[in-house]
């Protein structure tokens, strides 16, 4: 039942709210990005916030007091579960765009609110479109829109408190548009649903925010090493028994 009142409120809150998307993206195509900007800071937080508490989620944020004041950075965090993005929408210092996959930005509606929030949309099996879009999300964080990326590149299913290895795309965002890289490390989320055969389930989630690294003025060796450098950082603060 939790899982059927939970997809009712996902499709239904955007059904109900697709006058306000039209008029985000209308606004989107004219230019004026501070109207959707004030949309999308209004309305995906609530519907985000509202779909983890109809899961029984509760979340423990740990140094907010780390994410840059005034200025965009490039979150990085870990990717366990779907969840994932709901709480890096609601759990920051406000929702950011993320760097997603491409079918990600075929669902409907969901496509609208993404755009209006800066979303990237990567194919990841097409190199030449992957650049572009990678090129993109070095335009939106010089814009001062700061972005959230998964640097393993897809969920990972091993056990808790692993790591797959962190792909270089987040960390030339960052380098690009000289912007700190924010490490996130997210503990619990997979037990909301993965863990439970795709169906909602209570569960607490950790997310701890860690200093940031400047990227402005490496050599090319230490961005080589920012990779593994961000990785050791999340991994040192995952929660293996959560």
């Not at 994932?84 to 930005?105: R, S």
Request: proline content about 6%; hydrophobic content about 45%.
């Amino acid at each position: 039942m939790r899982t059927l009142i939970w997809y009712l409120y996902f499709w239904g809150y955007m059904l109900v709210h697709w006058p306000a998307l039209h008029k985000g993206l209308k606004a989107l195509e004219a230019g004026d990005w501070k109207a959707g900007d004030e949309l999308a800071a209004l309305h995906v937080p609530h519907w985000a916030n509202r779909l983890l508490k109809l899961a029984g989620v509760t979340t423990e944020v740990i140094g907010l007091e780390n994410i840059p004041k005034d200025r965009p950075c490039v979150f990085a965090a870990n990717h366990r579960s779907y969840y994932d993005i709901a709480i890096m929408l609601t759990q920051l210092d406000a929702p950011h765009g993320l760097v997603a996959k491409k079918e990600v930005g075929s669902i409907p509606l969901v496509r609208g609110w993404m755009r209006l929030l800066h979303c990237v949309f990567l194919d990841r099996e097409d190199p030449r479109k992957a650049m572009s879009a990678l090129n993109e999300a070095i335009e939106t964080v010089k814009k001062g829109y700061s972005v959230s990326i998964f640097p393993e590149g897809t969920r990972n299913k091993g056990e808790e408190g692993s790591l797959l290895e962190f792909k270089g795309g987040a960390f030339r965002i960052a380098t690009k548009a000289n912007a700190p890289v924010v490490p996130v490390a997210l503990s619990g989320t997979r037990d909301i649903m993965e863990n439970n055969h795709m169906l909602m389930h209570p569960g607490h989630v950790v997310i701890r925010i860690l200093p940031p690294i400047e990227t402005e003025g490496l050599s090319r060796a230490e961005i080589k090493e920012l990779p593994e450098k961000t990785r050791q950082l999340i991994l040192q603060n995952l929660e293996p028994n959560r």
